[in-house]
């Protein structure tokens, strides 16, 4: 199983940023996907997850910070995670990562020790 993003890169600030997470050989439905971040010397933080299946969605959370600013969603039959953030701000600048759930609880979870499988992670940059 691999997750692999896309979609970091220089945006500027009050611009929006769309990132992407495919896993390959994997069936998302039922598990959580995470989106977090983290700046250099610090822990991973969660930012949004979710849950879902098919055409449902379970479960969704958001970091205070992100939640009027982010959203969240996924091609469950593509096998592709997408999270988007609006109004970006200089202090959203940092390496972003998406992370799958396993065990397919049903719920998302914000805290990083829930996850099984992560990204190899996206630098987002904001500039003035």
């Known amino acids: 199983v691999q997750l692999v993003e896309s979609g970091g890169g220089s945006v500027q600030a009050g611009g929006s940023l769309t990132l992407t997470c495919r896993a390959s050989e994997y069936d998302l439905e039922d598990g959580a996907i995470g989106w977090f971040r983290q700046a250099p010397g610090e822990e991973r933080v969660g930012v949004a997850c979710?849950?879902?299946?098919?055409?449902?969605?379970?479960?969704?959370r958001f970091e205070d910070s992100a939640k009027d600013r982010a959203s969240v969603s996924a091609d469950f039959v593509k096998g592709v995670a997408s999270f988007v953030l609006n109004d970006l701000e200089f202090t959203d600048t940092d390496v972003y990562y998406c992370?799958?759930?396993?065990?397919?609880?049903?719920?998302?979870?914000?805290?990083?020790?829930?996850?099984?499988?992560w990204g190899q992670g996206t630098q987002v940059t904001v500039s003035p």
């Open positions: 992370a799958i759930e396993d065990r397919r609880i049903g719920y998302c979870d914000l805290d990083r020790t829930f996850y099984d499988l």
């Open positions: 979710m849950s879902g299946a098919d055409t449902r969605i379970f479960d969704r």
